[in-house]
């Protein structure tokens, strides 16, 4: 079975202040895909980022970034500088082959200018 | 393209009565998602298509819900008979899929705007 946490519920920070959101899994597959969503207070859930198993390649986009380690089965994703728009719930997900994703808690990120 | 596009975005109704929830998801995608989200439970998926056909439905709570996809372009969630505590947002998503490798686009799911159910 596939499981997300994301053990912080909600972060509080100043706007241009960094922040970085946690994302630990579990699944037993060897081909997986990792995402993250946010859900702006609109309730629309938005793509953000996605990361394949078989790339630990971390980038940057713009003010987001993230770092996938398979060692400790994470998937972190951190806003630079970040600004009042950001304040949402921010959702970690995993997803098999079939396409089958399996969404972490969610972290509400309240950013306050 | 307008989007994965629900209706009604949102329904009160009264415990006992039949619900059914619209999906018309983005042309060309070849999987479609229900999703539940409430408070307590957090996002759940209740049952997905590829190509119209059900694959997993292993999240349908019980059978007072049913989904259906008779074309590639629109998909139900009926809930017969209703009970309170269904209430919950379900959104509907779609998605495609691109194959395996490092340039591979698995799976990204684009979310409609969700139908916001109370039942009472």
């Known amino acids: 079975a596939q499981k997300v946490t994301q053990a912080q519920t909600e972060i509080s920070v100043v706007e241009k202040e960094d922040v970085t959101l946690d994302c630990v899994y579990e699944t037993r597959d060897t081909t997986y895909y990792l995402f993250w969503y946010k859900q702006p207070p609109s309730g629309e859930l938005v793509f953000l980022i996605r990361r394949n198993s078989f790339d630990e390649q971390n980038e940057i986009s713009g003010r987001y970034s993230w770092n996938f380690q398979k060692s400790t089965s994470s998937f972190n994703f951190t806003i630079t500088a970040s600004q009042v728009v950001d304040s949402a719930v921010y959702f970690c997900?995993?997803?098999?082959?079939?396409?089958?994703?399996?969404f972490g808690d969610g972290t509400t990120l309240t950013v306050k200018p | 393209d307008a989007g994965v596009i629900q209706s009604p975005r949102h329904e009160v109704t009264e415990m006992g009565q039949e619900v059914t929830l619209r999906c018309k998801p983005i042309s060309g995608h070849d999987y479609l998602f229900w999703y539940r989200q409430t408070m307590m439970r957090g996002l759940e998926l209740l049952i997905y298509f590829n190509n119209n056909v059900p694959i997993d439905d292993s999240g349908m709570p019980e059978d007072r819900f049913s989904a259906k996809m008779p074309n590639a372009s629109f998909s139900t969630l009926k809930i017969q008979p209703s009970e309170p505590r269904d209430s919950a947002v379900y959104f509907c998503a779609s998605s495609f899929w691109t194959g395996y490798g490092p340039l591979s686009g698995a799976n990204v799911l684009t979310f409609g705007a969700g139908s916001r159910l109370t039942v009472l």
């Open positions: 997900a995993l997803s098999d082959k079939a396409g089958k994703s399996t």
